[in-house]
């Protein structure tokens, strides 16, 4: 298929926008820059808009406001999937980008694009996903800047070789807080306020990078817009 007519079936440009676009050197195809209307693609080229990946299999990107007893697992198990709640074709291809756990709510992303997913999930991004957290124990005074250093220096958690990466601590109250990761260890939150003989109660994420949920009530899922898809 021609390049024109690829950019006209993945985004909302016309053909005559598309060869705009071309023009302007905004499209890749397997990494080269082309302003050739011509050039032919097909389902596996790599075409880039904007340094947004482009497919005609359909490549999605959605968020959702993750209920408590709905696991982010692709397989059955004791739980309903987040994926039930989505009513779309092929759901099946989504996965989660990273997970939360069974009982945490909140913010969970998903996609069939792993390149995209691995961006929003890799360390090295520094992308922060900020957690509300209900503590079992006031944590304040000394401890409060004591747990505040830790967390900043990173803490090393049992059964891991290396130190979690420096985390950002806020007390909203004294058993209310708000932990900003940039990584995402097997219940590192939990695990985190464990190391310094707290307990976690109930924990929601509120944002992803600069994702955050706005009005979106638990169980409700939207695609992202392209801005959002793009930020990553
Ligand atoms: N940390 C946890 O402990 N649980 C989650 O679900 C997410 C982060």
Redesign the pocket.
Same mark, same amino acid.
């Given at each position: 298929m021609r390049l024109d007519k690829f950019l006209a079936d993945t985004t909302d440009l016309t053909r005559s926008l598309a060869k705009k676009a071309l023009h302007r050197e905004e499209v890749s195809v397997d990494g080269q820059v082309t302003k050739n209307p011509a050039t032919q693609v097909d389902a596996d080229s790599e075409v880039h808009w904007l340094g947004q990946r482009l497919s005609l299999v359909g490549l999605r990107y959605l968020m959702l406001n993750k209920p408590a007893g709905v696991e982010c697992s692709a397989r059955q198990g004791l739980y309903p999937l987040v994926r039930d709640l989505i009513e779309l074709p092929n759901v099946e291809r989504l996965q989660t980008v990273? &997970?939360?756990?069974v009982?945490?709510t909140g913010l969970v992303l998903l996609s069939d694009d792993g390149q995209w997913s691995h961006r929003v999930t890799s360390p090295k991004r520094r992308c922060g996903?900020v957690?509300r957290v209900s503590l079992s124990e006031p944590l304040e005074g000394a401890a409060l800047v004591e747990a505040q250093r830790d967390f900043a220096e990173g803490i090393l958690l049992d059964g891991e070789d290396k130190p979690t990466r420096p985390a950002e601590l806020l007390m909203r109250t004294s058993c209310d807080a708000e932990l900003t990761?940039y990584e995402?260890?097997?219940?590192?939150?939990?695990?985190?306020f464990a190391a310094i003989g707290n307990h976690?109660e109930a924990?929601h &994420?509120e944002s992803v990078g600069p994702l955050t949920l706005g009005e979106l009530a638990p169980g409700e899922w939207r695609e992202l817009t392209r801005e959002e898809i793009a930020a990553f």
């Open positions: 990273g &997970r939360l756990d009982d945490t996903k957690y990761l995402g260890k097997y219940h590192q939150v939990k695990r985190m976690v924990l &994420r």
